[in-house]
């Protein structure tokens, strides 16, 4: 009798640790749970699609179904096996297949556009290392049958100018369907996409290709805008378009010469603000920028590249939209755009992602209080009251 109640006074030590211990693997794991997974849902939950009025000539039946919920982000920039350490690497692409996929989830876009730079090392990737980044991008960006992906080049993805080959853009154009200059229509609403590297305006065979495909799709959206009395023949055997004013993305800005008038908690820091753009480079030149404004007459632009937000009013009248960057790696703040359009009109709004050093903060405060749990268990924390008691105690005796 005596052996048998000894060991059970020796085995409630022994259940007490492993209940603790267990109370802690049952914290540290909520606390992963949280961090890595249930905060986009959390954060992104409260993002809505902004309302838009469809224009006046449509009933609310048919104002509901003609508006185009779109997603617009941009320069995911997934990184490569010459730049890219395996750690950076795992922990950005999860945070934006995360993100991406819970905004899938909750949102249900029926088009989500990719302004450029989704790689960051497509420039330069050999092959094999192409082929590698291609299999993670459709791993992570995965989209449902009801939602279309459309991706537009950046000079991340074939290089800028003087980079840029045809076999590039090739293997670009091949992977992703896009073409230097291409027109998508969806519910009566056009979408011009602008291979904006060849831009360059020197005369280049990929940049005589992609203004001449620009040019032409411009006849067709001037032809189809015109009146249907209106005598020209220049349009008589032109395929006709929905009569709606185009949207152009690209991955570059049109010009501009800083980001001085930008704003917004995700526009560049003060101390970048002020350095000016230089052309080719940083934003469209002068001369392309009037060039396409010229040839399409645009309702909005939506931009990337510079990784800050930003809005510019062009001509006085036509906004342009810089798309910040959707990597962690660019930004603490993430952010994609919500837009509800029709053929005339359209609502943006945007959504930010779970800010990087709200997440660190909850891992920090989540470290040092379980530190503090593991001390109080093995009583090698003092207890306020029983310190303050020793200090009088103390002094009672001198």
């Known amino acids: 009798m005596r052996s048998s109640s000894s060991t059970t006074v020796k085995s409630l030590p022994l259940k007490k640790r492993l209940c603790f211990l267990l109370k802690l693997m049952c914290f540290v794991i909520s606390v992963l749970i949280f961090c890595e ?38 320069d995911t920039h997934l990184l490569g096996e010459i730049k890219g350490h395996w750690l950076d690497k795992l922990r950005r692409e999860w945070q934006m297949e995360r993100s991406f996929q819970t905004a899938l989830w909750l949102l249900q876009p029926d088009i989500v556009f990719i302004l450029g730079d989704v790689f960051d090392e497509g420039k330069w990737s050999l092959p094999q290392a192409w082929e590698d980044d291609v299999r993670r991008f459709r791993k992570m960006f995965k989209c449902p049958v009801s939602t279309e992906l459309v991706v537009i080049v950046g000079n991340h993805d074939i290089g800028f100018h003087y980079e840029m080959t045809t076999y590039k853009v090739n293997r670009f154009e091949k992977v992703f369907n896009f073409t230097s200059g291409k ?14 590297v060849a831009m360059e305006g020197d005369g280049c065979a990929l940049c ?28 008589s055997d032109v395929e006709k378009l929905p009569a709606s004013e185009p949207i152009l993305l690209q991955h570059y800005p049109l010009y501009r010469k800083s ?23 940083d934003v469209l030149s002068q001369e392309a920028s009037q060039k396409l404004m010229w040839w399409f007459h645009p309702r909005l632009i939506l931009s990337g590249h510079t990784h800050s937000a930003c809005e510019v009013l062009h001509m006085g009248k036509i906004p342009e939209i810089s798309v910040p960057s959707f990597s962690w790696r660019n930004r603490n703040n993430p952010s994609f755009i919500m837009g509800s359009i029709t053929p005339t009109d359209f609502s943006l709004q945007k959504c930010f992602l779970p800010y990087e050093s709200r997440v660190f903060t ?5 470290g040092a209080l379980l530190v ?12 306020p009251f029983y310190f303050a008691q020793r200090l009088i105690s103390k002094h009672k005796a001198v």
């Open 37 to 74: 997974f249930l905060i986009y849902y959390v954060v992104i939950f409260q993002c809505q699609w902004p309302e838009v009025k469809g224009g006046a000539h449509m009933g609310k039946k048919e104002t509901s179904t003609s508006v185009l919920k779109a997603m617009f982000l941009a």
């Open 183 to 196: 027109l998508i229509t969806r519910k009566g609403i056009n979408f011009v996409l602008v291979n904006s």
């Open 208 to 235: 005589r290709t992609a203004e001449a495909k620009l040019v032409a799709l411009s006849h067709k959206l001037n032809c189809s805008q015109q009146k249907p009395n209106h005598s020209n023949k220049r349009c």
């Open 259 to 281: 980001d001085a008038e930008c704003s917004g908690e995700d526009s560049a820091p003060p101390e970048e603000k002020n350095i000016p753009f230089k052309e080719k480079y």
């Open 362 to 366: 909850i891992y920090c405060a989540a």
């Open 372 to 383: 503090i749990l593991i001390l109080a268990h093995f009583q090698l924390l003092t207890p």
